[in-house]
């Protein structure tokens, strides 16, 4: 069984961190991020109280972790481990999580 699933927008997320990445600091970069973003995903899978509520962004009952510039969001409870979103902390998060949540 997996240990951690992504939601459609989460893999939107990734890829467009991929993207991002390879136009301002190329393939090599991108490519280290996106690794390191799931190893992450894997360290949460096995030890999933690792990241902090919320509540000023949402009531729901999710965690984020924070991993170079990015939040990831999801779901402590769920088995596999459900990911939501992989934000960059610029962007508008209390809008995205309302509409993703």
Known sequence: MDSFELSDDAIVDIEAIWLFLLGKE?????DQVVTDLFKIFYKLSDVPHSGHRRPDLTSR???LY????????YDPQSKPLRIFGVLHGRRDILRILKERL
């Open 66 to 73: 924070r991993v170079f510039s990015y939040l990831i969001v």
């Open 26 to 30: 190329g393939l090599e970069k991108a």
């Open 61 to 63: 009952q999710v965690l």
